[in-house]
């Protein structure tokens, strides 16, 4: 059974900064694409981040290019996203989701991705 369980979300002041991690159980996390996903209010969920297997490539939304670095920590296979200086535009239910090969092109697609975290919510305030 495969599992991942976001962790760290919470409330942050305008510039300030959190830690998510994805903790995954029933598959290893180097095996696969690693991506990070927000979704708003009334808003499509968007890809933001992403790590490929083994050559741990990244990629980055414009949005958070920057401020964002997402880390993958195989030894507990978890993976991370550091986000700084956040934004009140960073306010959103961030997803952790697994999938297959990658590329700039197509990282920030849900379709990339089988399997799916349950979300942590993240809210910056001005």
């Known amino acids: 059974q495969v599992q991942l369980i976001e962790s760290g979300g919470g409330l942050a002041q305008a510039g300030g900064s959190l830690r998510l991690s994805c903790a995954a159980s029933?598959?290893?996390?180097?095996?696969?694409?690693v991506a990070w996903f927000r979704q708003a209010p009334e808003k499509e969920r968007e890809g933001i981040s992403c790590?490929?297997?083994?050559?741990?490539?990244?990629y980055y939304a414009d949005s958070v290019k920057g401020r964002f670095t997402i880390s993958r920590e195989n030894a507990n296979n978890t993976v991370y996203l550091q986000m700084n200086n956040l934004k009140t535009e960073d306010t959103a239910v961030y997803y952790c989701?697994?999938?297959?090969?990658?590329?700039?092109?197509?990282?920030?697609?849900?379709?990339?991705?089988?399997?799916w975290g349950q979300g942590t919510q993240v809210t910056v305030s001005s």
């Open positions: 989701a697994i999938g297959g090969r990658v590329s700039q092109d197509t990282y920030a697609s849900t379709r990339q991705y089988v399997y």
């Open positions: 029933g598959f290893r996390l180097d095996f696969a694409s």
């Open positions: 790590i490929s297997s083994s050559t741990a490539i990244t």
